[in-house]
């Protein structure tokens, strides 16, 4: 997300190389490649998780370079594919916590800002997906919900 309410400019970072190609040192097949994405979905990994593993455990550098194929496309093919999209799902849990924080620090107001924030974000996320259809037109974010959901 954006930062919004503050001046600064974000993290630096490293960035992915230009050029698409298949790495060298990868002999995975594409079909291999699918069925570890698949196995390790169903032992109930987010898609960035599904990432970092095939990284590094199996020296799978891009799923895509391989399969053509992203990560959310290959769990979508399968109907492994989460209901809620796991940005949205991680500003819930964040707001789910800081709930409970302030249920016991009452007086704590930087959290309360920080709440504001994180239910600012989930509804300009939920209407971003309301709008490219990855949600439904009458899903609606609940706090209580969300406990029983997520919590």
């Not at 190389?17 to 060298?24: A, E, F, H």
């Amino acid at each position: 997300m954006a930062r919004m309410y503050s001046r600064k400019k974000g993290k630096s970072k490293s960035k992915k190389p230009l050029v698409k190609t298949k790495s060298i040192w990868v002999t995975y097949s594409p079909k291999e490649v699918e069925s570890l994405v698949l196995k390790i979905a169903k032992l109930g990994n987010t898609t960035s998780q599904i990432g970092l593993i095939l990284r590094d455990s199996y020296g799978i550098p891009e799923v895509r370079d391989i399969t053509k194929k992203k990560i959310t496309q290959i769990l979508e093919e399968n109907k492994l594919k989460p209901e809620i999209p796991e940005d949205l799902r991680a500003l819930i849990k964040k707001d789910i916590h800081l709930m409970k924080h302030l249920e016991e620090n009452k007086k704590d107001m930087t959290a309360k800002r920080g709440l504001q924030l994180t239910e600012s974000k989930i509804n300009r996320l939920v209407k971003y997906y309301k709008r490219t259809d990855k949600l439904p037109q009458d899903w609606k974010f609940d706090k209580d919900k969300a406990k029983l959901i997520i919590g």
